[in-house]
């Protein structure tokens, strides 16, 4: 009688991720925002998704910087449903959208374009202290093409 060893299961293969730190200051949010640009172009993300993910980035990595002037951490991750984006830092101050302030163009309309690009978005408080916002960005859906399509 021959016996035959039961195969394994194939391997899962974790989706795409990139996870860094950056320092409380200004200059970080550039740093973060060229290695985010260099996990995108590896990972093969849709056109569609690539720069609205570099602006979620940078909006959330620079909120965590301005508001609460210690080190962060970032983590990206990519699978079909879209790309993830994770930002941690060390204040438990909830983020909250705020309306823009008049005559100062760059302030106040960050968290409002996150949300608007995203189809979930939420913040965790960490057991120890900080806090991470949660954002997702989904997958472009592909729609008809070709003759006949409906449009």
């Given at each position: 009688?021959?016996?035959?060893?039961?195969?394994s299961?194939?391997?899962?293969i974790?989706p795409?991720?990139?996870t860094?730190s950056?320092?409380?200051?200004?200059?970080?949010?550039?740093?973060?925002r060229?290695?985010?640009?260099?996990?995108?172009a590896?990972?093969?993300?849709p056109?569609?998704?690539?720069e609205?993910?570099?602006?979620?980035v940078s909006?959330?990595?620079?909120?965590a910087?301005?508001?609460?002037g210690g080190?962060g951490n970032?983590?990206?991750s990519?699978?079909?449903?879209?790309?993830?984006?994770?930002?941690?830092?060390t204040?438990?101050l909830?983020?909250?959208p705020?309306p823009?302030e008049?005559?100062?163009a760059t302030?106040?309309l960050g968290l409002?374009?996150?949300a608007?690009?995203?189809?979930?978005l939420y913040t965790?408080?960490?057991?120890?202290g900080?806090k991470t916002v949660?954002?997702h960005l989904?997958?472009?859906?592909?729609?008809?093409a070709?003759?006949?399509?409906?449009?």
């Amino acid at each position: 009688m021959d016996t035959v060893a039961p195969l394994s299961a194939p391997a899962r293969i974790p989706p795409p991720a990139w996870t860094d730190s950056f320092p409380g200051r200004p200059s970080g949010v550039a740093e973060v925002r060229a290695q985010a640009r260099a996990f995108l172009a590896r990972s093969r993300v849709p056109p569609a998704l690539y720069e609205d993910t570099l602006l979620v980035v940078s909006e959330l990595v620079t909120n965590a910087v301005r508001h609460t002037g210690g080190p962060g951490n970032v983590r990206l991750s990519s699978d079909a449903s879209g790309i993830a984006v994770t930002v941690s830092d060390t204040s438990r101050l909830l983020p909250v959208p705020r309306p823009a302030e008049p005559g100062v163009a760059t302030s106040g309309l960050g968290l409002g374009l996150v949300a608007a690009l995203c189809d979930c978005l939420y913040t965790t408080l960490g057991p120890g202290g900080g806090k991470t916002v949660h954002a997702h960005l989904p997958a472009p859906v592909a729609g008809p093409a070709g003759p006949g399509a409906r449009t």
